[in-house]
C-alpha cells in the first residue's frame, strides 16, 4: 500500500514562481499543493495532519518536480557490460532524473516494432526512473515508423516516443544519408522528430586531414576540429530549413555552437514547434578542458570554444534553450582511455545533470524557475507526460534538494555501471537529498532503493 507524505514547508520550484509551500502524495500522485502565503494555509495543513500522514520537515530545501531527460543511452540490449536500465536508472534518480527516453542506438538498434518490443519487455520491474523509448530512422524503415505511430503495428502507438534522425555518424552507425528518406521523416506529425546534425562529409575530410597530419597519434584537442562546427552548422541548418518547410516538431538535439542557437533562435519565428535541447557538457565544459579530460572529453558533437559554452549559458538564461538532455552514454575507462581513432565517443553524466544545472544557475543568476522548465516542464509538454510538473493529479515524481550545499563529484558515488563521470573533481553546489517515483522513496540520503517504483512512459 502506498505511502501518504506531506513533504512540508518546502520552497517549491516550478517554471511560474518560487515560493515556500506544501506538498500532499497520495497513491502515487500530488493530491495538494499548498503555499504558505495562501489563505487557509494552516487550516488546511492542520486537517492534512489528521490524515496522519508521514510528514518530511523540508524547511529551508528546495523541491522541483523530477527531470524528464529525454535523451539518453542506457545500452541495453546488446552492450550491457557498460550500461544497463537497472543499473543507468540509478544513476538519474540520483542525479534528480524521474523519467528517461532512452535512444535507439542499441544492439541491435530500436528501429522496429519487433525490436521496441524486446525494450519494453526488457524494462519491466527492472527501473528505478520512468522510462520509454525513441524509435530510431533508417534509409528504409519509414513505412513501419507510420504504422506504428497510427497504431497499425502489435505496439501501442503510445509506447513511442519520438523519432531520432542520426543525420551525422555516431555510436551505433545509424547514420541516414538518404535526402528521400529524410523528406519523409521530416513530414511525421504526432511526435517530436529528434536530430542528431553533423555533417559527414565534412567530418570525413576533417579526419582525412588530421590522420596525414598526425598519423594514429591524434591529439584530443583536436577532436572539435574534426567533427568541427562547420560540421554541425551545415546540418542543423538543413535539418531547420526541412522543419520549417514542413511544420515539423523537431528537437535540435545536444546544441554546441553559438551559430546553431542563433539559428534557432531565427528558426523559431517561422516554425515555433521548433525545440532546442543542449546537454549540460556543453554549458559547463570547453575546448581548454580537452588537455585534461583527453579522451574522458570525447562526445559527439564535440564540446566547442568558451564563447560556445558562454552564448548556451545564455541561451538558457534567456529562454531560446527549451530543455536539457543529458546524452548520458557510458564506455568503461578501459575503451575510452585509448588513443584518438580508437576512444569511443560518449560520456556518462546523468547523475550530474541538475547540480550542474544549479551551479550554473547560481554563477550566472539564472533564476530556478528557468531551471525548472528546461529540467522536466518543457519536455512533460512536448511528450504528452502527465508528470515532470508540480500540478495536481500528475504523478509525484519529484526531487528534493538543498541549493546551497556543496558537494565534490567522485567515481565511488557513482551509480553508472561503467564508474566514472567527466566531473570527477568538480565542485558543485546542489546535492540532492532524496527522489520520490510515482510517490515512493526512490533515493533519500545517498542510497537508492532496492525496490525500482519507476514505470513505462505513456506518450500522447
Not at 542520426?166 to 555510436?171: D, E, K
Not at 584530443?220 to 514542413?246: D, G, P, W
Request: glycine share 8%; proline share 3%; with cysteine.
Amino acid at each position: 500500500m502506498m505511502k501518504t507524505i506531506l513533504l512540508h514547508n518546502a520552497n517549491i520550484v516550478t517554471s511560474e514562481k518560487e515560493a515556500v509551500g506544501s506538498i500532499l502524495v497520495k497513491d502515487g500522485k500530488i493530491a495538494k499543493i499548498l503555499y504558505k502565503d495562501s489563505e487557509g494555509y494552516d487550516f488546511h495543513i492542520y486537517n492534512i495532519r489528521k490524515e496522519n500522514p508521514e510528514v518530511w520537515d523540508l524547511e529551508g530545501k528546495w523541491l522541483m518536480a523530477g527531470g524528464i531527460d529525454a535523451h539518453v543511452h542506457f545500452r541495453e540490449p546488446g552492450l550491457t557490460h557498460k550500461a544497463d536500465m537497472e543499473t543507468e536508472s540509478m544513476a538519474a534518480v540520483a542525479g534528480g532524473v524521474t523519467s528517461v527516453i532512452d535512444m535507439p542506438n542499441t544492439s541491435p538498434a530500436t528501429t522496429s516494432a519487433v525490436t521496441l518490443r524486446e525494450k519494453l519487455e526488457m524494462a519491466q520491474g527492472r527501473i528505478a526512473a520512468n522510462i520509454g523509448f525513441n524509435i530510431g530512422a533508417t534509409n528504409v524503415n519509414y513505412k513501419e515508423i507510420l504504422e506504428m505511430l497510427e497504431g497499425r503495428t502489435t505496439i501501442p502507438a503510445e509506447h513511442v516516443g519520438g523519432v531520432k534522425v542520426f543525420m551525422g555518424s555516431s555510436t551505433g552507425n545509424m547514420l541516414v544519408d538518404s535526402g528521400e528518406a529524410l523528406d519523409e521523416f521530416f513530414k511525421i506529425k504526432g511526435r517530436p522528430v529528434l536530430v542528431h546534425c553533423e555533417d559527414e562529409g565534412t567530418i570525413r575530410e576533417n579526419l582525412e586531414k588530421a590522420v596525414e597530419r598526425y598519423g594514429e597519434d591524434i591529439p584530443f584537442t583536436e577532436h572539435e576540429n574534426i567533427r568541427s562546427r562547420r560540421a554541425c552548422i551545415k546540418s542543423s541548418l538543413k535539418a531547420l530549413e526541412k522543419a520549417i518547410q514542413e511544420g515539423t516538431r523537431l528537437v535540435l538535439c545536444h546544441i554546441s555552437t553559438k551559430e546553431e542557437l542563433e539559428m534557432v533562435r531565427a528558426a523559431k519565428l517561422n516554425n515555433p514547434g521548433i525545440i532546442a535541447e543542449t546537454s549540460c557538457n556543453y554549458l559547463w565544459f570547453s575546448n581548454k578542458d580537452y588537455d585534461r579530460l583527453g579522451s574522458r572529453g570525447k562526445c559527439n558533437p564535440s564540446i566547442k570554444a568558451t564563447s560556445d559554452r558562454e552564448a548556451l549559458r545564455n541561451g538558457l538564461a534567456n529562454g531560446i534553450i527549451d530543455t536539457i538532455g543529458s546524452d548520458h552514454a557510458p564506455h568503461l575507462l578501459t575503451e575510452k582511455d585509448a588513443k584518438y581513432l580508437q576512444a569511443p565517443s560518449g560520456l556518462p553524466s546523468i547523475q550530474q545533470s541538475l547540480p550542474v544545472l544549479l551551479t550554473i544557475a547560481g554563477q550566472e543568476d539564472i533564476p530556478l524557475t528557468r531551471i525548472a522548465e528546461v529540467f522536466s516542464e518543457k519536455a512533460a509538454d512536448l511528450y504528452g507526460l502527465k508528470r515532470g510538473k508540480i500540478v495536481e493529479g500528475y504523478a509525484a515524481d519529484l526531487v528534493i534538494f538543498d541549493k546551497e550545499r556543496e558537494f565534490t563529484v567522485k567515481a565511488e558515488d557513482q551509480f553508472s555501471k561503467c564508474g566514472w563521470s567527466p566531473y570527477e573533481g568538480e565542485r558543485l553546489r546542489g546535492y540532492i537529498e532524496a527522489v520520490l517515483v510515482n510517490g515512493e522513496t526512490a533515493f533519500r540520503d545517498g542510497q537508492a532503493s532496492r525496490t525500482k517504483h519507476g514505470q513505462l512512459l505513456s506518450f500522447s
